[in-house]
């Protein structure tokens, strides 16, 4: 047994926010379990072994097991490498008089066995919308933020994907905290569901988080977020701003001009009165030349405020291709995969359901939408909007 005591002060968060506390695991360990107890502040806690990282909970947990064939959701099992590993600690909030804290480390011979639960029964999916687009391609609806258990949201990976398909979702991004550990459930959830599960990551730090889309593996969130983005587009990922003006989470890391992703979270479900035009100006900022709008609900748990699919991101996909048609910038984001959508078709923007809204061009013209499926030239690059006629956004097109 390892135990590390002690007190993180203010000064030691500013100083360097993530702590690692060594411990040693001997040859023949078959599991490790970490149990942290502090008295107020918020503290992350993860875990990284000889070989790279082996698991992160943030603060959704004070304590986690990793065995040879199990882990605490959120960490990677698997054999565990003789040699010095370390406790991850994230002083994430650590107020003026300081958090005392204790660490304790236990080391077995045994690990846990993994146990295979029966999935929750398929659901009845509602029907499809019936929704323009050219031969070969057509538009898939989904949700490109998610939690599961893997990190602090309720679910596991295959009731989650169960509540995509009863939605009505095509796709579903599955982007945990910091984590990867949910990735090698993503495929049997998702066919057994009848949903496309996309592997993803939410790097999550104190000064913004972003998704990365696509079996990239883990992302070092310890690193400059720069780096964030080419180890992305190195691997065939993505990523993507997420939540930028949303309280405490808001992205407020240095990114260079160059270096920023085209592709941001410009509806999430935070946008809740959204005649409030903010995201719209930080997008025309942020990137000048154009945004890929994406849109998120940032789901965790059925009982809170937020539902999965609202908003709802329409990808232009080649049959299945998600990742493909979120390259190609071909999105669309509605309030809800049954509400008022404005898509791209060939030449023209089509407006459905949106009979009374305002439709608005990148360069400020707008014009009135009448009736319930209008077809206008499409004579303008960027982002587009649907509105009441309160200003209130109810659609956006890339």
């Known amino acids: ?86 406790v991850w600690l994230g002083l994430h909030r650590i107020p003026p008089d300081g958090v005392p804290y204790e660490v304790t480390i236990t080391t077995s011979g045994a690990s846990p066995r993994r146990s295979d639960d029966p999935p929750p029964p398929r659901p009845e999916r509602p029907p499809r919308r019936d929704l323009p687009a050219p031969d070969g391609f057509r538009w898939l609806a989904g949700d490109l933020h998610s939690h599961t258990v893997h990190s602090d949201g ?20 599955v982007t945990d905290h910091n984590t990867v550990s949910h990735h090698p459930e993503l495929a049997a959830a998702g066919a057994h ?39 992305a587009r190195a691997r065939g990922g993505l990523m993507s701003i997420n939540h930028p003006l949303s309280g405490d989470c808001a992205w407020r890391r240095p990114l260079p001009a160059d270096d920023r992703p085209r592709f941001a979270e410009i509806w999430h479900s935070s946008w809740w009165d959204r005649r409030w035009g903010a995201p719209l100006a930080w997008a025309d900022v942020w990137r000048p030349e154009g945004v890929v709008p994406l849109g998120g609900s940032d789901f965790h748990d059925p009982a809170q405020h937020k539902t999965l699919g609202e ?28 509400a008022p959508v404005l898509l791209r078709d060939g030449g023209e923007l089509v407006a459905i359901g949106a009979d009374g809204t305002v439709l608005v061009r990148p360069d400020g013209r707008r014009a009135a939408v009448r009736g319930d499926r209008v077809r206008v030239p499409a004579d303008h690059p960027g982002m587009h909007r649907l509105e009441t006629h309160e200003n209130e956004v109810i659609a956006l097109c890339g």
């Open 1 to 86: 047994m390892t135990v590390h005591r002690g007190r993180w002060s203010l000064e030691d968060h500013l100083e360097q926010g993530l702590r690692a506390l060594p411990f040693d695991v001997p040859s023949g360990t078959a599991s490790v379990t970490v149990e942290l107890s502090h008295d107020g502040g918020v503290i992350d806690l993860g875990c990284h072994g000889p070989d790279g990282f082996r698991g992160w909970s943030g603060g959704a947990r004070r304590r986690y097991t990793v065995g040879a064939e199990w882990a605490t959701p959120g960490y990677i099992p698997g054999e565990l490498e003789p040699g010095t590993w370390h």
């Open 154 to 173: 309720t679910l596991t990976v295959h009731e989650l994907a169960c509540l995509a398909a009863s939605r009505g979702l095509d796709f579903l991004a």
């Open 193 to 231: 569901a009848g949903v496309l599960l996309l592997p993803g990551q939410e790097v999550t730090t104190d000064l913004g988080h972003a998704n990365v889309f696509g079996p990239t593996g883990w992302v070092d969130f310890r690193r400059p977020s720069a780096d964030w983005a080419a180890f």
């Open 311 to 338: 908003p709802v991101t329409w990808v232009l996909a080649e049959g299945e291709d998600v990742l493909g048609g979120l390259a190609a910038g071909r999105t669309s984001v509605s309030a809800a995969p049954d």
